[in-house]
């Protein structure tokens, strides 16, 4: 479903640069910075500053925030899969989010910030109020405390995640210490309710430890653990078992001129709930060049299938060598690369699936060598032309030895001069699989875009631009049978300093349904306008218009929205 809802941004991060390992200590960002840091962020003009009695050093940003508030009403049909929450009537929505913070003579800052969401149209959220974020902390020359949404970014194999709990770092010395404990939940409503959980709640912890060696090299450990909670509800929902696991590893970064090497090492232990434990390891090591026209990046990942750790980016199963370059021939001609082979345990069907299996099992290949090339040409004889080009190809083997085989190719050329904006390219793609030969296709497509745009030339007090877009891609299968779809797309936008601001967007497509080869049809408008309100406010008011597959009764939807928004910043 579309709906045109906006809201005021969040600004969750404090004040707080990272550690710097070679000064021991952490840098508070100067105030010139944290107020354009913002108005970037939020949109709205900065918040002022208050100066002390003790002259610059007792300077403090005392309280910032914003508050949106939307008024609509919706009107929704359609069947249950599309429209899960079908509406007819008005609704309320509001947005919070504050900062305070302060700042002592001796540098040293404190914060607290929470951002909240209320409303009563269960579409937008299935209660009447969400935290979206909420932290409290404090920070000194060589250290750092925060309590609530917590980024633990620890190292890859370790800790790199997000925790609601708490978070603890400080120099002895040279040496950085880092902690964290807390529970990986989808809100803070779920913690105290095991019926607004749609995953197990994780509770987990983790430590750091980090010693630089000269100005180039520095090692590390981490050590971390979790175990989930069991609940029947969330059992049932998820079909899953509970696990607990712990990982230790071991890892360095050395940098040099335009030089970096890293690398970490890792163990882990993972158990779920009715099984044996499973232990593995993994191994990691990247290097990297970059010089003024030309970059090297080559590195060796290997991941064991068990291997578990609190990182969303430890991929387990996965072993992969690979190197790029990327080289900057001429002021007209950039060229890169890539070439890898990966071997993927999780490729292996699964011995525990239940039958009858709802879809065929389609498994990435577990085997496969892959390149790319691409390339970008800027033709110097016509001032703002340029091509694009890029193929890319992987060769694999399934588990049971046969084809996964796949190819891309694209082309594109673009143009831009005066206020004018066009551009053209063409895509074409094959795959074949051995496992899934229901599945093997050929795809091709093309788009094609033509903008404009006006703006007042002496001051910039008024621009109004515009974009055509059309898009169509076709799929014909081994099988015979034939996909498809088609969409054009009319945008128009405007500012005037006076006036405010407007933008509109119509859009018409076509889909293929694969069942009967029918074309059905998509088709919707969106339309906001709003001005500013004194220095701190705007009203905004937009309205919204979705209808598709009205010739198939079993999945047609539409939705209508009109609504206003206001919008304060203090």
């Known amino acids: 479903m ?18 710097g390992a070679d000064s021991g200590h952490f840098v508070l960002a100067g105030n010139e910075q944290v107020l354009q840091q913002w108005a970037q962020a939020s949109g709205t003009a900065p918040p002022r500053l208050i100066e002390g009695g003790g002259g610059s050093d007792s300077t403090r940003l005392e309280w910032t925030g914003g508050v949106s508030y939307d008024f609509y009403g919706t009107n929704s049909r359609g069947g249950f899969i599309l429209t899960p929450v079908r509406d007819d009537g008005s609704h309320n929505t509001a947005q919070i989010q504050t900062d305070v913070r302060s700042t002592g003579t001796d540098g040293a800052l404190s914060w607290f910030t929470i951002g909240a969401t209320f409303s009563d149209d269960r579409a937008t959220i299935d209660h009447p109020m969400l935290i979206n974020t909420v932290q409290i902390g404090h920070a000194g020359d060589s250290y750092r405390v925060a309590l609530g949404d917590v980024p633990a970014g620890f190292s890859t194999l370790g800790t790199n995640t997000g925790l609601r709990g708490l978070l603890g770092e400080g120099y002895l010395g040279r040496t950085l210490f880092q902690a964290v404990a807390g529970v990986q939940a989808d809100t803070w409503e779920s913690i105290a309710n095991e019926e607004r959980r749609t995953r197990y709640q994780r509770n987990s912890y983790a430590f750091k430890v980090e010693q630089p060696v000269g100005e180039a090299f520095a090692a590390y450990a981490t050590l971390q653990g979790y175990s989930d909670d069991s609940d029947a509800a969330t059992a049932a929902n998820t079909g899953l078992a509970p696990a607990d696991g712990n990982a230790a590893t071991l890892g360095f970064r050395f940098r040099q001129g335009g030089f970096s090497l890293s690398g970490e090492g890792g163990a882990s232990r993972w158990k779920e709930q009715g099984q044996s434990s499973e232990s593995d390891e993994a191994w990691i090591i990247d290097a990297a060049w970059q010089g003024e026209q030309l970059g090297f990046q080559a590195g060796y990942h290997d991941l064991g299938l068990f291997y578990s750790s609190l990182s969303g980016e430890a991929l387990s199963g996965v072993s992969e060598v690979y190197g790029s370059a990327s080289w900057m021939a001429t002021n007209w001609l950039s060229l ?4 890898r082979h990966t071997e993927n345990e999780r490729s292996i069907p699964p011995t525990k699936l239940g039958q009858p299996v709802s879809f065929p099992y389609t498994p990435n290949a577990a085997e496969a060598d892959s390149w790319s090339l691409g390339a970008d040409v800027s033709i110097s004889a016509i001032d703002g032309l340029s091509l694009q080009f890029s193929h890319s190809q ?31 390219s063409l895509q074409q793609g094959d795959f074949e699989n051995s496992a899934a030969a229901a599945t093997d296709s050929e795809t091709d497509g093309w788009s094609a875009y033509l903008g404009r745009e006006w703006m007042e030339a002496e001051n910039g007090s008024w621009s109004l631009g515009t974009t055509l877009t059309y898009s169509d891609q076709r799929q014909e299968l081994d099988s015979g049978a034939r996909n498809g779809s088609e969409s054009w797309q009319v945008d128009l936008s405007g500012r005037h300093r006076r006036f405010g601001e407007f933008s509109a967007l119509w859009y018409d497509g076509r889909v293929r349904d694969p069942s009967s080869g029918q074309m059905l049809d998509q088709r919707g408008i969106q339309f906001s306008a709003g001005r500013a309100i004194g220095r701190y406010g705007s009203i905004k008011a937009y309205y919204s218009r979705n209808d598709s597959f009205d010739d198939r009764n079993d999945i047609a939807y539409m939705e209508r929205t009109l609504g206003v928004q206001l919008l304060a910043a203090f």
């Open 2 to 19: 579309c709906r045109s809802v906006w809201i005021l941004a969040g600004i969750v991060a404090p004040a707080v640069c990272a550690a």
């Open 394 to 424: 992987s060769n694999g083997e399934n588990d049971g030895g046969g084809a996964n085989d796949q190819s891309n190719s694209a082309a594109g050329v673009s143009f831009s001069r005066s206020g004018w904006s066009t551009g053209f």
């Open 336 to 339: 890169n690369g890539d070439l």
